[in-house]
Nanobody
């Protein structure tokens, strides 16, 4: 069992930055890949990025590559999402999720492959 808790969401202005945190607890947490997804009202949950549990390899969607950075601290069991140059279209609920194993990009873009999910944190970017 892995428990994930997101924090760090809030209201920001266009162009500002925000860092989300995902606190993970449970057995063998460091062996899981952890990713970030977001869901805006009326839209599907969207893959953003994932970081491997084994060697720190990262994968990004085209929508956030270059603006968002994922990182993890396996000592503290934390995963972070640094979000820069925020835009109104980044407004959504943001979720972290854990997937077992060590796979590739297409595997991690599929939300069905994530076994554990947090409850989300809201990010609102004001125009």
């Amino acid at each position: 069992q892995v428990l994930l808790v997101e924090s760090g969401g809030g209201l920001v202005q266009i162009g500002e930055s925000l860092r989300l945190s995902c606190a993970a607890s449970g057995r063998a947490v460091s062996s899981y890949a952890v990713g970030w997804f977001r869901q805006a009202p009326g839209k599907d949950r969207e893959f953003l990025t994932t970081i491997s549990g084994t060697d720190g390899t990262t994968w990004y969607s085209d929508a956030v590559r270059g603006r968002f950075t994922i990182s993890r601290d396996n000592v503290q069991n934390m995963v972070y999402l640094q979000m820069n140059v925020l835009k109104p279209e980044d407004t959504a609920s943001y979720y972290c999720a854990a997937a077992p194993g060590d796979r590739g990009f297409y595997y991690y873009t599929d939300r069905e492959n994530y076994v554990y999910w947090g409850t989300g944190t809201q990010v609102t970017v004001s125009a």
